[in-house]
């Protein structure tokens, strides 16, 4: 305990040192030999795909377990780090569509954890949120049955006022629907070959090392920002493909980061699947933003790029760093003849006459107070309507079934323009506008997350399910979420 004082104390310093550039603690001419700089390539990790211990197929059993790791980021200079049955993130889960689905979470931390299904419709008492705390030694076990089309979804920790730290430290892992749509379409689905998964993630680390989460008022009115980017956990890996289409199923897994992805040499790509899956033909981009919490799916063509030769993805922070997060190497040319195809799957837009009901939200970041005060002293700051979570009182009563417009304005004050990103548990729902205008093509499809930058106003057209109970709306950037800037919402 004391030796962690000490060396807060010192990482404050050090943060103070670096001032205003917001370029943490460690400089990257600080902590030399990565294993970039030393001119090894390390190959991009692929989680295991984890082992369904139900061999007739029919029921998806899992078990893990959540546990204390160590990785070596840096050689020499291991960080304590958090996984879910390893050192560092956590095994990809995949189910189908109406399959019936087990689960058991063993928590080995000495503090409370809780496992969260982001973008799954699920029941309410196996959510995993807030109001599903699994105590430390203690064993969680969730019984459900998969109802959702092909999808990307992710899992995460949740506790009140632990999300933050307990991401930050490791835990997040991909959950991966399929169904029929997704077995018919002619599209990349060998996991880890041409289906690669990617969670992004930034970290700033003190010079010895460790992990330098929130510090200071400004990481938790800002969200935490790192000068490093992992990618699937690793720093500047390089994926190694057989050329011809490759799908890669990026997951903005950072804390509180907002980025724009875009393949180095500026090639387009094609976008098939947003956080709820595919969209109804492909959108051709040469860049796509994604706030934290969000996925896409998309489709690159290397059919071009001749053997040996690397490109990288880039990854731009935005109001941030850039960053080369990974080299991509073609080991041979493709023998595929594969083409994009043109459709993906029928996608019926909710016609806003169906919607019942129109509920406004005003997320706020204001200023005042400043900085050097204690997160006691700005705690009424970041709120939803004004208010900041309180797990006794239920923010929303919404009809199981009925449709709803749900209009969340970002009010930030002059001061403090933040961007947010609004995630509703359970459903999937579809932007309607974005300060009156329709979204682009891209952001057409089935969404539980969405960036509301300042000033804007996004519309979204939710049908609500028919599970019953008390589900979370929050802000995705984690630093906001832990603060309070996070409501309920129960289907009756
Ligand atoms: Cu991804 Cu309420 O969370
Ligand atoms: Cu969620
Ligand atoms: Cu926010």
């Not at 305990?1 to 001032?19: E, H, I, N, V, W």
């Not at 999300?163 to 997040?172: D, E, I, M, R």
């Not at 935005?318 to 083409?339: E, H, Y």
């Amino acid at each position: 305990m004391m030796k962690r004082r000490t060396f807060l104390k010192r990482g404050s310093a050090l943060l103070a040192l670096a001032g205003s550039t917001g370029l943490g603690l460690a400089g990257k001419a600080g902590l030399t030999g990565t294993a970039h700089a030393a001119g090894v390539a390390m190959p991009l990790p692929i989680p295991r795909v984890l082992d369904n211990l139900d061999n007739s197929g029919k029921t998806a059993t899992f078990a893990m377990a959540v546990q204390q790791g160590s990785v070596e980021f840096f050689p020499g200079k291991p960080t304590s780090t958090l996984g879910y049955n390893g050192n560092f993130l956590g095994p990809t889960i995949r189910v189908r569509n109406g399959q019936p689905f087990k689960f058991s979470l063993h928590n080995t931390l000495p503090e409370v954890t809780t496992l969260h299904w982001h973008g799954l419709h699920v029941p309410a008492r196996w959510d995993g949120g807030p109001r599903q705390p699994v105590p430390p030694g203690s064993v969680w076990e969730p019984e459900f049955t998969i109802r959702q089309e092909a999808a990307t979804l992710w899992y995460h920790p949740h506790a009140m006022g632990l999300t933050g730290k307990q991401v930050y430290q490791g835990l997040a892992g991909l959950l991966l629907i399929e169904d029929e749509v997704s077995d018919r379409l002619d599209i990349p689905k060998t996991y880890g070959v041409d289906d690669i998964p990617l969670v992004i993630q930034d970290r700033r680390f003190f010079t010895n090392g460790a992990f330098a989460y929130v510090q200071s008022m400004h990481d938790i009115i800002n969200g935490v920002v790192g000068n490093y980017l992992l990618v699937n956990g690793a720093l500047q890996p390089t994926l190694t493909v057989h050329g011809g289409l490759v799908r890669l199923r990026i997951l903005n897994g950072s804390n509180s980061s907002i980025y724009r992805f875009a393949l180095r040499d500026k090639r387009s790509f094609q976008v098939i699947a947003s956080d709820g899956g595919f969209l109804e033909r492909p959108v051709k981009l040469d860049s796509i933003l994604l706030s934290a919490g969000e996925r896409a799916e998309v489709l690159v063509d290397f059919t071009d790029l001749s053997a040996g030769k690397e490109i990288s993805l880039q990854v731009d922070q935005i109001g941030g760093n850039r960053f080369d997060a990974m080299q991509i190497v073609v080991d041979r040319p493709s023998t595929s003849s594969r083409r994009v195809p043109e459709t993906l799957r029928p996608l019926a837009r909710i016609p806003e006459s169906e919607a019942g009901h129109v509920r406004r939200f005003s997320m706020e970041t204001m200023s005042g107070g400043g900085m050097g005060m204690g997160r006691g002293m700005m705690g009424g700051r970041l709120t939803i309507n004004g208010k900041k979570m309180d797990i006794n009182r239920i923010d929303e009563r919404v009809k199981a079934g009925s449709t709803e417009i749900w209009e969340i304005s970002n009010r930030s004050g002059m001061m403090m323009a933040m961007p947010h990103s609004m995630h509703l548990h359970d459903v999937q729902f579809q932007v309607l506008s974005r300060n009156g205008q329709a979204p682009p093509p891209h952001e057409q499809g089935r969404k539980d997350t969405v960036l509301v930058l300042p000033g804007e106003t996004v519309r979204m057209i939710v049908r609500f399910g028919d599970y019953k109970g008390v589900y979370m709306y929050h802000c995705h950037l984690l630093e906001h979420e832990d603060d309070g800037m996070m409501g309920q919402f129960e289907v009756y």
